[in-house]
C-alpha cells in the first residue's frame, strides 16, 4: 500500500499508528525519493502534513545525519525542507545548530540548499 499510495497512510487518524511507526513510513517514503534522485514531493498532500504525521525524535535524528551525508543536492534539500517543518527539537537544539551551522560552512552544500540552512539556523537558535 505504501508503495502505490503513501498518502493513504499519511492521511490516515496519526493516533492509530504508533509514532515510532509513522516515523519509520516517513524515512522510508523519503529515502525512496532519495533513492530515486527526485524532489520529495507527493501529489495531494503537502511537506508539513508528512513530516507531521511522522514528527518524533527518530525522524528529527535521520533528517540531521541526511544533511551531513547527503548522496546529492536532493536529498540535501530534501533533509533541509523536511527539517523546516518540525515543531519539536526533542531536546536536540544543540545538535541541530551544529548541523546547520556545518552545512553552512561546507563546500560541497550549493548556495540554494544554505539559504535555507541560513533561515533554520536563525529560526533554532531563539
Known amino acids: 500500500m505504501l ?3 503513501p498518502s ?6 496519526p493516533e492509530h499508528i504508533a509514532i515510532d511507526t509513522r516515523s519509520d513510513i516517513v524515512i522510508n517514503i523519503i529515502e525512496n525519493f532519495k533513492l530515486k534522485n527526485m524532489w520529495f514531493n507527493i501529489d495531494g498532500i503537502s511537506l ?14 535521520y533528517l540531521l545525519s ?12 530534501n533533509a533541509l525542507a523536511s ?20 552545512c553552512l560552512e561546507s563546500h560541497k552544500t550549493r548556495n540554494h ?10 529560526k533554532n537558535w531563539k
Open 66 to 77: 541526511e544533511i551531513r551525508s547527503s548522496l546529492h543536492f536532493r536529498s540535501e534539500y
Open 83 to 102: 527539517l523546516s517543518c518540525f515543531r519539536n527539537t526533542y531536546g536536540l537544539k544543540d545538535k541541530i545548530l551544529d548541523e546547520l551551522f556545518l
Open 8 to 13: 493513504i497512510l499519511i492521511k490516515f487518524e
Open 48 to 61: 508539513e502534513e508528512i513530516i507531521s504525521f511522522g514528527e518524533g525524535k527518530s525522524l528529527l535524528v
Open 3 to 5: 508503495s502505490v499510495d
Open 113 to 122: 540548499e544554505k539559504k535555507g540552512s541560513d533561515s533554520l539556523f536563525i
